[in-house]
């Protein structure tokens, strides 16, 4: 098993990070590969230049904010010495937004021949309130984002490495869809989380049959 978490406070991941003599390099010691969030995400900003500094693979979440340019340099900061599995860009836009964003990313990494690993999280852009103000995701447009990345990645002969879903194993009803047919209305029977709407066991067991 291997752990990952938003580095974004950084006087906790400061705290946990260690000089290794027999690598001779810095890593975080809290977690295998830590990440920047879209809010931190910023060129000369605190967030990169503690990320630049340590040894761990790492991921960099991305989505419609970020220009072309901003990625390019981020990359080059982030994974100077272009090493294999160094860098992963996890991008999220949301099924609406996804086929105007995502192609001009995977363009400027493609143009500045450095080595990253694509993710999608089709999650985060595909969260929406219901009109009784309840927070969730619709299976449907989960998804139809998976389904636009890998078409567009394979256009674009790029590869998506992989997937990211925020899932339980628990049979809980916080996004709606799937092959039950979850409604809005079924929502309040068994809505457990305090944070983001997971897919609940049956749901993420029919996402990843589609994707095979």
């Not at 040894?55 to 272009?82: F, S, Y």
């Not at 860009?89 to 021949?113: C, M, W, Y």
């Not at 628990?170 to 039950?180: I, S």
């Not at 929502?187 to 749901?203: F, G, I, K, M, S």
Request: include cysteine.
């Amino acid at each position: 098993f291997y752990a990952s978490h938003e580095g974004l406070h950084l006087h906790y991941e400061q705290a946990q990070t260690r000089y290794l003599k027999r690598r001779q390099r810095w890593y975080n010691l809290s977690t295998h590969m830590p990440w920047i969030g879209m809010r931190t995400a910023r060129p000369g900003g605190s967030h990169v230049e503690y990320f630049r500094g340590i040894a761990n693979p790492i991921g960099v979440k991305v989505g419609e904010g970020m220009d072309a340019a901003t990625l390019r340099n981020l990359v080059q900061i982030l994974n100077p010495d272009n090493e294999p599995g160094r860098l992963t860009l996890i991008h999220r836009f949301g099924a609406g937004r996804i086929e105007q964003a995502l192609p001009a990313l995977i363009n400027a990494v493609r143009g500045s021949d450095c080595q990253v690993l694509w993710v999608c999280d089709p999650m985060h852009g595909n969260t929406e309130s219901t009109p009784q103000g309840v927070k969730t995701r619709r299976f449907e447009n989960i998804l139809a984002e998976v389904e636009s990345a890998f078409r567009m990645h394979e256009e674009a002969s790029s590869i998506l490495g992989g997937v990211h879903f925020e899932l339980t194993g628990d049979d809980v009803t916080e996004c709606t869809g799937g092959a039950r047919g979850l409604a809005d209305g079924d929502l309040a029977r068994a809505y457990h989380t305090t944070v983001d709407p997971r897919l609940n066991y049956e749901q993420a067991l029919e996402l990843a049959m589609l994707i095979g």
